[in-house]
């Protein structure tokens, strides 16, 4: 097989490296928490990964909808809150509801990464419409069911299906973090084990 055949393939089935990947934070604010099916489960898988992200050194990226009415990020979803609206995971403020407005495109795009991870909310509005903003522009995404939600169920079971359709990866938190380091010769792969551990004890209300 030549190499162009090689990474066509490659790129077909969705495999991720830390090289080549961004996660994408949307929306998980104060404001929307109470009133998100299985909030709690979002809001862990959200700090699962932001973890992950931060151990394996790829960049995260966090936007809030309207801030003056929906509040901050919930600092819940960063084992360190400082990290929130640092270098690290800088915040972009939308009203848009895809995260892809210009200031925060131009941004992902200075990042040069060409797989994205997502998670937050509201799974059939603001997340949707950034998964398919940037399966347009000829990305991959992959949509972390466990980090994901709506304020009813039945938005949230349409909108994963509606995402994959279109041609978006759906996986876990787990599933992801264990692609991202390819085997357990990985430099980082006791930190991340342990924040799999850590993230096992905490209960994933999606199972039930």
Known sequence: MSSSLATTA????????????????????????PLIHKMETVVNTTKFM???AKELKFPIVVTQQYTKVFGPTITDAFEDSNDIGSTL????EKKKFSMCTEECTQH???LNKTSFLLVGIEAHVCLQQTALDLLEKGHEVHI????VSSQQKYDREIALRRMETSGAYVTTAQSAAFMLLGGADHS????????????LVLKNEFNE
């Open 10 to 33: 490659s790129r077909a089935v969705g495999k991720l490296s830390p090289s080549n990947t961004a996660l994408l934070v949307c929306d998980v604010q104060e404001r929307f928490r």
């Open 50 to 52: 932001t973890s992950v």
């Open 89 to 92: 995971a800088p915040i972009f």
């Open 108 to 110: 992902i795009s200075s």
């Open 144 to 147: 972390i069911a466990d980090g």
């Open 188 to 199: 980082n792969f006791k930190a991340v084990s342990k924040l799999v551990k850590d993230h």
